[in-house]
């Protein structure tokens, strides 16, 4: 069974930093894309940042400059660093990946991780 598990969450000030991180465990065949997506309080949750296999990333305008998301395929993780922090980043985190098991790539999604920032 593929299973993703964040930590690194917490409180911070505004303009602080903190790193996400997400582990991915199973027998998996190889991991495609990987996204962070950020729920605040009593919204819908939006995508954040995406990496691909081979590295490439993007980011939601209202992140870029401030976010960096990486990857470490040997040890089947993903990161993201967080800085500039501000009020209305504030809400849970979660991780995406699109995980090859045997012959298909299913979509995985971890329990996420609580960041609130305060002003």
């Known amino acids: 069974q593929v299973q993703l598990v964040e930590s690194g969450g917490g409180l911070v000030q505004a303009g602080g930093s903190l790193r996400l991180s997400c582990a991915v465990s199973g027998i998996i065949s190889s991991i495609g894309t990987m996204d962070w997506y950020h729920q605040a309080p009593g919204k819908q949750r939006e995508w954040v940042a995406g990496?691909?296999?081979?590295?490439?990333?993007n980011y939601a305008d209202s992140v870029k400059g401030r976010f960096t998301i990486s990857r470490d395929n040997a040890k089947k993780m993903v990161y993201l660093q967080m800085s500039s922090l501000k009020p209305e980043d504030t809400g849970v985190y979660y991780c995406?990946?699109?995980?090859?098991?045997?012959?298909?790539?299913?979509?995985?999604w971890g329990q996420g991780t609580q960041v609130t920032v305060s002003s």
């Open positions: 995406n990946a699109n995980v090859k098991v045997t012959f298909t790539y299913a979509n995985y």
């Open positions: 990496i691909t296999s081979t590295s490439t990333t």
